[in-house]
């Protein structure tokens, strides 16, 4: 059996280098926001260009266009929501004492799993709204029954993509938190009766 | 500070703290691949903060709190039970090397037996900080990392006792 003091010495006598060269590590470092800049500006274009495509098709009907922007703007929300949630996390204060840390994390994570009103209005408002004016828009010489099947499909179709997205998001968003949340709940309540 | 100070003192850090870090990356998980990972992690974070770094702390106090909140909030990659595996290995003279690569297997599955914060504060104590900055990377009170150190020593040397370690 070995007292305290050796096991440190055995401890601090691992001289484990990091595996990546300091060369490599200033990449990485360098590159790191530019990865998410580079994920977000992938989605902005994606959504850019498929407003764009849809403006174009609607060019000539001020009904239809204002349809069109209200779906591009429930997609603009989405993504805004995208980056303040990925905003949020990132500029926890990682310098700050672990205790306080851990309560401000679980907060913000607890916050990020709930969809807010604006991400339904978002995903599901905006475009429900914006596909039924482009419809009354564009359909207005069809038989009422056909309009009324059309606005039926077009409200359907928005409202379990838009479903399905929130509810893909959020059992993603559960599988990679779920195991943060417990172990910052774990840290909190280790230390809950001393923190300063 | 600029980018030239940024870089020069990203580089200081680095080199004069890099096996410490490592050392509490492969303390708090398992697995090697998840500890590089964190490293990798926490020296971005480091970068990332630097321009608000002010000396009002000590460079070690700063760098292990970010260490210590990047590990909290890291993402595990490969299964929490991959297995320990080469956790002494490296600088270790060739004579000693089973032993001591042993030794320090069953102290590595002795620490990971901890809870979550204590685990963070054994390594913190192993790598031979005082109360006093203990406290503040964790923020808990000195008493209190007192009372925790005390469990802590209690549950380690318990834990090596056991037969499943081989006394070590």
Same mark, same amino acid.
């Given at each position: 059996?070995?007292?305290?003091?050796?096991?440190?010495?055995?401890?601090?006598?691992?001289?484990t280098?990091?595996r990546?060269?300091? !060369?490599?590590?200033?990449?990485?470092?360098?590159?790191h926001?530019?990865?998410h800049?580079?994920?977000?500006?992938?989605?902005?274009?994606?959504?850019a260009?498929?407003?764009?495509?849809m403006?174009?098709?609607?060019?000539?009907?001020?009904?239809a266009?204002?349809?069109?922007?209200?779906v591009a703007? *429930?997609?603009?929300?989405?993504?805004?929501?995208?980056?303040?949630?990925?905003?949020s996390l990132?500029?926890?204060?990682?310098?700050?004492?672990?205790?306080?840390?851990?309560?401000?994390?679980? /907060?913000?994570?607890?916050?990020?799993a709930?969809p807010?009103p604006v991400?339904?209005?978002?995903?599901?408002?905006?475009?429900?709204a914006?596909?039924n004016?482009?419809?009354?828009?564009?359909?207005?010489?069809?038989?009422? !029954?056909?309009?009324?099947?059309a606005?039926?499909?077009?409200?359907m179709l928005?409202i379990?993509?838009?479903?399905?997205?929130l509810?893909?998001?959020?059992?993603?968003?559960?599988? /990679?938190?779920r195991?943060?949340?417990?172990?910052? /709940?774990?840290f909190?309540?280790? *230390?809950a009766?001393?923190?300063? | 500070?600029n980018?030239? =100070?940024?870089?020069?003192?990203?580089?200081?850090?680095?080199?004069?703290y890099?096996?410490?870090v490592?050392?509490?990356?492969r303390?708090?998980?398992?697995?090697?691949?998840?500890?590089?990972?964190?490293? =990798?992690?926490?020296?971005?974070?480091?970068w990332?903060?630097?321009?608000q770094?002010?000396?009002?702390?000590r460079?070690?106090?700063?760098l292990?709190?970010?260490?210590?909140?990047?590990?909290?909030l890291?993402?595990?990659?490969?299964?929490?039970?991959?297995?320990l595996?080469?956790?002494?290995?490296?600088?270790?003279a060739?004579?000693?090397?089973?032993?001591?690569?042993e030794?320090?297997?069953?102290?590595?599955?002795?620490?990971a037996?901890?809870?979550? =914060?204590?685990?963070l504060i054994?390594t913190?104590?192993l790598?031979?900080?005082?109360?006093?900055?203990?406290?503040?990377?964790t923020?808990?009170?000195?008493?209190?990392?007192?009372v925790?150190i005390t469990?802590?020593?209690?549950?380690l040397?318990?834990?090596?006792?056991?037969?499943?370690?081989?006394?070590?």
């Amino acid at each position: 059996m070995e007292t305290f003091e050796e096991l440190q010495v055995l401890w601090q006598k691992q001289t484990t280098a990091p595996r990546i060269s300091v !060369e490599d590590l200033m990449r990485h470092v360098r590159g790191h926001s530019r990865k998410h800049l580079t994920i977000f500006a992938v989605k902005t274009t994606a959504v850019a260009v498929l407003t764009g495509v849809m403006l174009a098709v609607v060019w000539g009907s001020p009904a239809a266009l204002a349809g069109a922007l209200l779906v591009a703007a *429930g997609a603009v929300v989405t993504l805004g929501v995208d980056w303040m949630a990925h905003v949020s996390l990132a500029r926890l204060e990682f310098t700050a004492p672990a205790a306080g840390f851990a309560s401000t994390a679980l /907060e913000k994570l607890r916050r990020l799993a709930r969809p807010r009103p604006v991400q339904y209005a978002g995903v599901l408002a905006g475009p429900m709204a914006g596909l039924n004016v482009m419809e009354a828009a564009l359909l207005h010489g069809v038989l009422w !029954e056909w309009r009324l099947a059309a606005h039926l499909f077009l409200s359907m179709l928005a409202i379990v993509a838009g479903w399905g997205g929130l509810r893909v998001r959020a059992r993603r968003f559960e599988r /990679e938190t779920r195991p943060l949340i417990e172990r910052l /709940e774990a840290f909190s309540a280790g *230390g809950a009766e001393g923190s300063e | 500070m600029n980018a030239k =100070q940024r870089e020069r003192l990203f580089l200081e850090l680095f080199h004069d703290y890099r096996e410490r870090v490592v050392r509490l990356c492969r303390g708090y998980l398992s697995s090697p691949d998840d500890a590089e990972d964190l490293f =990798q992690e926490i020296m971005t974070r480091v970068w990332n903060s630097l321009p608000q770094f002010r000396g009002e702390a000590r460079a070690s106090t700063w760098l292990y709190r970010i260490a210590v909140n990047s590990a909290l909030l890291y993402r595990r990659k490969s299964m929490p039970a991959a297995p320990l595996q080469d956790v002494a290995d490296e600088g270790l003279a060739a004579p000693d090397k089973i032993d001591q690569r042993e030794r320090m297997a069953a102290l590595h599955q002795a620490i990971a037996a901890l809870g979550e =914060q204590d685990r963070l504060i054994a390594t913190l104590l192993l790598e031979g900080l005082s109360y006093k900055e203990i406290a503040e990377i964790t923020g808990i009170t000195v008493n209190y990392v007192g009372v925790k150190i005390t469990r802590i020593k209690q549950a380690l040397e318990k834990s090596l006792r056991e037969p499943r370690y081989g006394n070590v």
